[in-house]
């Protein structure tokens, strides 16, 4: 059984935790909190005992294979690497890294520790749901396009609305609706169509001045893709991939609890399985798989590392169209 670390102490991480121990092959060991009462509370929670608010120590001395990583997105890079280098292998949250230049300096740091394995927990690529998505549309005569949108009001922006800046609207750390949810579209985008040839978005700015929501248009050579994405409002509209005369219809492009293929006569087919009940439970037993047998499943491995690449990209581009730039960001191209 592998041994599992973790850094952060939020919903989502215990969501990871209880995914990896219902998979059968994880069990956490190690906690990390910059809080100690924050680490012993949550270690108690979880019936482990080490606990960590040195980083350095954490890596050094912790008893665990691999680390899961859901700190502030503008920590992720710098936590991910040290992990690297102290060889545990890395799950850590999307968006992985928050620009290009942050992607190929961590690549280089696994190329330079070949054993080490890292991967973003883009939790939807895992699903079966997903795979059915990508089934059908190579079964589509012509795609004319998509429309995806995944808009949640987050309770942090009543903080927004108060005058503070709380970390997921924060340039900061790198915070906004198209790193936090426009990463689940992005991943779809790529993952179905590919790398667009050419991208715009149009943010709403929030006070805090990172887009609470926004537009993004992605240019295929035959159609266009568009990613309708927002943290400060709600949208129960459906998501859909249309064809000449047909259209795949999903309730969620992120949760990806229904999908309704609509034939070219109209006629509906169901063509979704139902979804776990805790949504991270595919990728704990992928993500175990590849560290248990690395040989056997490195196509696997290497294919989300380049899809994990491509989505990085986009969301920088994107960010570059809409102008939106993180405190103390590298311009591209520099070292």
Request: hydrophobic share 40%; proline share 5%.
């Amino acid at each position: 059984m592998l041994k599992l670390g973790i850094i952060g102490t939020n919903w989502i991480t215990q969501q990871f935790i209880d995914a990896a121990h219902e998979s059968g092959a994880w069990q956490l060991t190690t906690v990390y909190s910059r809080h100690q009462a924050r680490a012993s509370a949550f270690a108690t929670k979880n019936h482990v005992t080490a606990t960590y608010t040195d980083l350095h120590a954490f890596f050094k001395h912790g008893d665990f294979d691999a680390v899961y990583i859901a700190s502030p997105n503008s920590l992720h890079f710098e936590q991910a690497e040290l992990a690297v280098e102290y060889g545990k292998h890395v799950i850590v949250e999307k968006p992985a890294v928050a620009s290009p230049l942050e992607y190929d300096q961590l690549d280089a740091c696994l190329q330079a520790h070949p054993d080490v394995r890292c991967f973003e927990a883009a939790r939807q690529l895992h699903e079966p749901n997903f795979q059915r998505v990508q089934a059908q549309i190579a079964r589509m005569d012509q795609i004319q396009g998509a429309t995806l949108t995944y808009m949640k009001y987050s309770s942090r922006y009543d903080a927004v609305l108060a005058g503070e800046t709380p970390n997921v609207f924060s340039l900061k750390y790198a915070g906004g609706a198209l790193q936090d949810l426009g990463v689940y579209l992005a991943y779809d985008a790529v993952g179905w169509f590919g790398m667009p040839d050419a991208v715009a978005y149009y943010p709403t700015l929030t006070a805090t001045k990172v887009d609470g929501k926004g537009v993004a248009v992605l240019k295929y050579p035959d159609f266009t893709v568009t990613l309708n994405v927002g943290k400060t409002s709600n949208s129960y509209l459906p998501s859909e991939i249309n064809g000449l005369r047909d259209t795949l219809v999903m309730d969620n492009p992120a949760e990806l609890g229904k999908l309704t293929y609509y034939a070219a006569d109209g006629t509906p087919h169901d063509l979704g399985v139902a979804p776990d009940a805790n949504p991270m439970l595919s990728e704990a037993r992928d993500f175990a798989r590849v560290i248990n047998d690395p040989q056997r499943y490195d196509a696997d491995y290497q294919a989300w590392r380049e899809l994990s690449r491509d989505v990085n990209q986009l969301l920088f581009n994107l960010r570059q169209s809409g102008q939106i730039v993180f405190t103390n960001e590298l311009p591209r191209g520099a070292k």
